[in-house]
């Protein structure tokens, strides 16, 4: 029976077990999204998962959604550097998330340009930005160019990545951003060759994935999905449909792992393990990541959820999230049967060390 606690090897890397940390973003960044020197630290902490996948980051000026990291300057990379040479001099294999939020933006996060998007719907409620919520506004309706223009800003992403010592990158293809808003049915309107049936709307990501691919190879690319995830106002239509004509498609470029959310459907884990021949991530859940109509967060991945996924052959890693925030030992604590530090949520987002560097390991 596989164990969380056995080693693996996964795109060439030698993971020392089968936990991996799933990207959460925490704000510790500048006005321009350069990451803290306190990022290496944070990160260098919990580098005894067998992967961690740093915050979403965005890929060019116009892909941010809030206070987050980038990877479309020589500052971010440089900033980054920081991060992986902390990670690896500790020991740790890191890749980078690099999301693009789409129409879940505002202007006054890009200088005063409209957010873009697959077609020109407004998201409903609002988003988080510098000054507090704001309600969306409605976004640009990307032309076929563009799209085109942003397939290539990811591709040039995944080279920074590479240059700022990342082992590897996973493309948001999750969770109601750009790349998951071209697989809506309510998202994307269009009626060029990205959008209509499954297989269009699919293409955005998987010419993204290519691309990718082809820049810094197909093994140092990952990519995330949430099949039926309702997340910022999605609706995929024949949820089936679209991963049967996307999955097999990012299988045959030979990425090095799909990395499932997933929201209370276990049947769509069991459909992608059926369509996926290489590694597996799955961040298990047995309701919505998100309620429906409470928006409250699902409760945290834990030690049962993981040993599921793993006794029915689903996953290969298993992606832990908040337990990570307050325990930088996490692996170590599961191992044992250690109780887990509390998370404090006054702490979360935009701060210092507070709640993020200073969480205690066991002795």
């Not at 630290?41 to 000026?61: F, H, K, N, V, W």
């Not at 990291?69 to 902390?86: F, K, M, N, S, Y």
């Not at 884990?269 to 429906?292: A, D, G, Q």
Request: charged residues 20%; hydrophobic residues 40%.
């Amino acid at each position: 029976m596989t164990s969380l606690f056995d080693r693996t090897t996964m795109a060439g890397l030698s993971l020392p077990n089968r936990i991996a940390m799933a990207p959460m973003n925490r704000g510790r960044v500048d006005d321009e999204g350069v990451p803290s020197p306190l990022m290496a630290e944070y990160y260098a902490q919990r580098s005894s998962a067998g992967l961690l996948i740093a915050d979403s980051t965005y890929p060019g000026p116009l892909g941010r959604g809030y206070r987050m990291p980038g990877l479309c300057t020589a500052d971010h990379v440089e900033g980054w550097t920081r991060v992986t040479r902390a990670v690896h001099l500790n020991g740790g294999r890191i890749f980078v998330q690099l999301q693009h939020a789409g129409r879940i933006s505002h202007p006054d996060l890009l200088d005063g340009q409209l957010p873009v998007a697959p077609s020109a719907v407004r998201p409903p409620d609002a988003v988080l930005e510098y000054e507090g919520r704001k309600p969306f506004e409605v976004p640009h309706a990307l032309t076929t160019a563009e799209v085109e223009d942003t397939v290539r800003e990811f591709a040039a992403s995944a080279r920074r990545a590479v240059l700022a010592g990342f082992d590897g990158i996973e493309l948001q293809g999750a969770n109601g951003y750009l790349l998951h808003q071209f697989m809506g049915v309510n998202t994307n309107l269009r009626t060029d060759r990205y959008g209509g049936s499954p297989g269009a709307r699919a293409r955005m990501a998987i010419e993204t994935a290519q691309a990718a691919a082809e820049t810094i190879g197909a093994h140092r690319v990952g990519i995330r999905l949430s099949p039926g995830n309702i997340f910022n106002d999605m609706d995929e239509g024949d949820t089936p449909a679209l991963y049967e004509a996307l999955v097999p498609a990012l299988a045959r470029l030979g990425l090095a792992y799909v990395h499932v959310v997933e929201n209370g459907e276990r049947e769509y884990t069991r459909l992608l393990r059926k369509l996926w021949p290489y590694t597996l991530i799955v961040s298990p859940r047995h309701e919505p990541m998100v309620h429906p109509t409470t928006g409250c967060f699902a409760e945290p991945v834990g030690l049962d959820a993981a040993r599921e996924v793993l006794d029915e052959q689903l996953a290969d890693l298993v992606a832990f999230g908040r337990h990570f925030i307050a325990n930088p030992d996490l692996p170590r604590r599961l191992a044992e049967g250690a109780p887990l530090n509390p998370l404090d949520f006054a702490t979360l987002y935009p701060g210092h060390a507070a709640g993020y560097t200073d969480y205690p390991a066991l002795p």
